[in-house]
């Protein structure tokens, strides 16, 4: 919706929105609280195939989701945290 200001948005659109600034500025790191949440599931794919692609030219994505099916799409570390605590360092070998 051009000449619509953020408030004015639904918050799909404003995540929408922030991710394309993202994309647009390439910063050293992008911090991501439950990006598919507003999303259709083959937005969410493609959102994560660009943090993929993002990650490949150097930003850091870190992603925080309870959509456990959608980040085992990538190949990258997790942590899995339950109730505040770390239970699974997964992607890092145990030593």
Do not use: W
Not at 31 to 48: I, K
Not at 76 to 81: D, H, K, T
């Amino acid at each position: 919706r051009m000449g619509v200001s953020a408030a004015h948005l639904s918050g799909g659109e404003q995540q929408r929105t922030a991710i394309a600034r993202a994309i647009i500025h390439r910063p050293g790191l992008i911090l991501a609280d439950e990006p598919t949440n507003a999303l259709e599931e083959s937005q969410a794919h493609r959102l994560l195939d660009m943090f993929a692609q993002l990650s490949a030219m150097g930003t850091t994505v870190i992603v925080a989701t309870h959509n456990e099916a959608l980040i085992r799409r990538l190949a990258r570390p997790a942590l899995v945290l339950e109730n505040g605590q770390l239970v699974a360092d997964e992607g890092h070998p145990q030593t």
